[in-house]
């Protein structure tokens, strides 16, 4: 959280974070080059800017696997966390050497005539009704733009003047941009491959992502319900020793966003699940000096009022509770985002 | 996430990969085949009795 711009919020973790995903970019691509002229001897007739066009394609590929199995990961298992907190910088590093990868083969490929190499790209061939000789190309341009539309909108100045939802229909298009990617190398690269080894790693690669984010889905649906929100207000949500201290348990309610009812110290409130920075969960982050604590970024709202600590404006909004005997009753009419609502009290 | 990103999230994992299968399977079945020559290496009958 930060109450104003800047280029790049800097912490430890994050330059370590950043280190890593250099020193993992420049590895793969020696490691690449080194192999492929080791071990495949007739690679021995592939010039030099071919295997590096090849190097940088293969690891953006890759690179873009990682970015998009994090967050499905994180939906599984909490130890993912960390790596969702960062995983902006792993985006924008994919795009970027994506970029070189197609800088690279259109100048290569495409620079040295008369025509304009971008013209070349798109114009040299336009058999779009062939599936064998299918323009690859163009998917791979496509994919680049949607990529460098999000790398280009990943900062949270952005975000906040998309509009949060707008922001995060945006960047769902990674989704389709993988798929335009997945064809761009079974009808590019792997037309000319006869080693059986590349299309078992794509499949495996496309069965990870869809498996994963299918899987991740599938178990959220079916958390949405556990409530069937009725006629009365106020529902029975369980025990309040079925609460860890500073920790929620998040209601899903048909039709309705999740609330994340809060147990903290002798206090119980209830807010929406739903963080207004980018829809994090916040039922599943913790009570942190007195907030909650969005569990993927940080951002923090006190579980009184759902207001952002001070200089922060931020606002969520808040629900009535109250116990019966140890039990948690939860009025299901969310009151306006920052509205103060008594916690109720739990008595020893 | 709210439950539009949640129903939007699920929609577009059912329908990409639909797509993605799709254009795997095809993408691979129309690989050019390698265009193997094949030589006939039987001894021509009339090796050596040519006089």
Request: contains cysteine; positive net charge.
């Amino acid at each position: 959280v930060s109450v104003q711009y800047a280029a790049v919020t800097w912490n430890r973790n994050k330059r370590i974070y950043d280190s890593v995903i250099v020193a993992g970019v420049v590895s793969y691509i020696a490691m690449f080059v080194a192999i492929t002229k080791l071990i495949a001897p007739e690679s021995h007739g592939i010039s030099d800017e071919v295997l590096l066009i090849r190097a940088l394609g293969t690891c953006a590929y890759v690179m873009l696997h990682v970015v998009l199995c994090i967050g499905p990961l994180a939906r599984f298992d909490r130890r993912f966390l960390p790596v969702l907190y960062n995983r902006r910088h792993l985006g924008v590093a994919t795009f970027v050497v994506g970029l070189a990868h197609g800088a690279l083969s259109t100048g290569y490929y495409h620079g040295f005539g008369r025509l304009n190499p971008i013209v070349s790209l798109l114009g040299t061939n336009t058999d779009y009704s062939s599936i064998a000789a299918f323009p690859f190309e163009t998917l791979g341009l496509i994919a680049l733009i949607i990529l460098f539309l999000m790398a280009a909108t990943s900062h949270d100045f952005w975000q906040r003047n998309l509009s949060p939802n707008a922001w995060k229909w945006l960047h769902m298009l990674v989704y389709p941009a993988y798929a335009l990617l997945v064809l761009h190398v079974v009808l590019g690269g792997l037309q000319s491959e006869r080693s059986t080894i590349y299309p078992v790693l794509v499949a495996v690669g496309a069965v990870t992502v869809i498996g994963l984010h299918l899987g991740a889905a599938w178990r959220e649906r079916r958390r949405d319900h556990h409530v069937n929100a009725s006629t009365t207000a106020w529902i029975d949500i369980g025990r309040i020793d079925d609460i860890c201290d500073d920790r929620a348990k998040i209601i899903g309610i048909d039709g309705h966003e999740r609330i994340a009812v809060f147990r903290y110290g002798n206090c119980v409130s209830a807010v929406t699940n739903v963080c207004a920075h980018q829809r994090g969960p916040l039922g599943e982050g913790k009570i942190v000096d007195g907030c909650i604590t969005c569990p993927w970024h940080g951002w923090q709202y006190r579980p009184g009022d759902g207001r952002s600590p001070p200089p922060f404006t931020e606002k969520i909004e808040t629900y009535q509770v109250r116990l019966q005997s140890r039990r948690i009753e939860l009025n299901l009419h969310a009151k306006p985002p920052g509205t103060p609502v008594e916690p109720a009290r739990i008595s020893e | 996430m709210t439950v539009a990103h949640r129903r939007g999230h699920f929609a577009a994992w059912v329908v990409l990969g639909a797509i993605i299968s799709f254009g795997f399977v095809i993408g691979l079945l129309s690989r050019p085949r390698l265009a193997v020559q094949t030589t006939d290496i039987t001894t021509p009958a009339s090796h050596g009795d040519n006089p």
